[in-house]
């Protein structure tokens, strides 16, 4: 499968962005998501996924802000982002996992988009 993120943006602290993340290939339903970030000289980190089933899970750092879905007609996942602060400020990434089992480790996934930038400014 290939991935094309998209959406990011500059946007104030407390406003909102909903990035996409466009899957050609295999449908997204066949494989659990997610959407990992990184900050400059940080680690990537999760951020939520959404498994074959629909279930969705998120960091502590932003759950109640962010909403992961999934449209199967388009063959896209979305992360809708409210409320967002500088902290936030990273280049996002969706992925796609193979296992049977949605991890929120970036070595369980097996094919990553190109990124998305997002800034928020205070």
């Known amino acids: 499968v290939q991935l094309q993120a998209s959406g990011g943006g500059l946007v104030q602290a407390g406003g909102s962005l909903r990035l996409s993340c466009a899957a050609s290939?295999?449908?997204?339903?066949?494989?659990?998501m997610g959407w990992f970030r990184q900050a400059p000289g940080k680690e990537r980190e999760f951020v939520a996924h959404?498994?074959?089933?629909?279930?969705?899970y998120y960091a502590d750092s932003v759950k109640g802000r962010f909403t992961i879905s999934r449209d199967n007609a388009k063959n896209t996942v979305y992360l809708q982002m409210n409320s967002l602060k500088p902290e936030d400020t990273a280049v996002y990434y969706c992925a796609a996992s193979n296992y049977g089992v949605a991890y929120t480790l970036v070595a369980k996934y097996d094919y990553w988009g190109q990124g998305t930038q997002v800034t928020v400014s205070s």
């Open positions: 290939g295999r449908t997204v339903s066949s494989y659990v």
């Open positions: 959404i498994s074959r089933s629909g279930s969705t």
